[in-house]
């Protein structure tokens, strides 16, 4: 969800407006998410890197992120949304871990859309978390070498209980993954707009749906190949 601190910027306002404004996004994506029937959609929030933004800006966006679960409670409850997080959620402030546990506990029954924040999180970072259990796992005689399989690093991943992940939309027109699901990306459809995150909206997300739907996706074969085995993806 890039963009919105420069989008702040351009108007000669603070960057905490800007990610306000893209709180706003946040709400008009997820109910259009769910409108449109999809079964989950998970949110870039807060990165590792982020930490080392200043002060007062982490602080800004932890409050945002607490007035978030608070307000969209009774939303995510109306609409059978499950929130779930992954990350280093310890590092939260206090006060933010504990109205997010609250709303996850509150809303565990949905069964509508699953939706994920991803807070202080990295993709290496979760790499190398998989690794060393898997590590350790090995060295206690639990797990043989020639068991290290691609199923078996998928159970540790944080996603493993969620479906395949299909698209990744970049907004601002970044043309990078910024450590976002480095795993899972591995045959993701991206999706590139130059829309600023505080000004995307339904619009914009039916858009990227579309030409989603448009994209053959090969996953190494050939269109012949997949032609033949009845699997070429519908626009």
């Known amino acids: 969800m890039d963009g919105n601190g420069r989008w702040a910027e351009l108007r000669g306002q603070p960057r905490l407006l800007g990610h306000a404004e893209g709180a706003k996004s946040v709400r008009a994506v997820v109910t259009a998410a769910r409108e449109l029937g999809l079964e989950a959609l998970t ?30 409670l009774p939303t995510m409850l109306k609409n059978g949304v499950r929130l779930r997080s992954i990350g280093d ?37 979760e790499i190398v978390r998989a690794a060393r259990e898997i590590a350790e796992d090995v060295s206690r005689g639990q ?11 998928e159970r540790r991943t944080f996603t493993r209980d969620l479906p395949p992940l299909d698209l990744i ?6 043309m990078r993954l910024s450590n976002f699901l480095l795993w899972q990306a591995a045959y993701a459809e991206l999706v590139v707009v130059e829309t ?21 996706r090969r996953y190494g074969l050939t269109s012949e190949q997949l032609a033949a085995r009845g699997e070429l993806s519908s626009p």
């Open 43 to 72: 949110l870039y929030a807060f990165s590792v890197q982020n930490w080392s933004r200043p002060e007062d800006e982490v602080l800004g966006l932890m409050q945002l992120l607490y007035d978030y679960l608070e307000e969209e």
């Open 89 to 125: 959620v310890e590092r939260l402030p206090g006060f933010v871990r504990e109205r997010l546990e609250k709303t996850e506990d509150a809303t565990k029954a949905g069964s509508g859309m699953v939706l994920t924040l991803a807070l202080s999180y990295g993709g290496r970072e």
């Open 143 to 153: 797990l043989a070498p020639d068991q290290v399989t691609e199923e078996e690093f």
């Open 169 to 174: 939309i970049r907004t601002s027109g970044e």
């Open 196 to 216: 600023p995150w505080p000004e995307f909206r339904k619009e914009e997300l039916v858009d990227c749906l579309e030409l989603y739907g448009r994209r053959e």
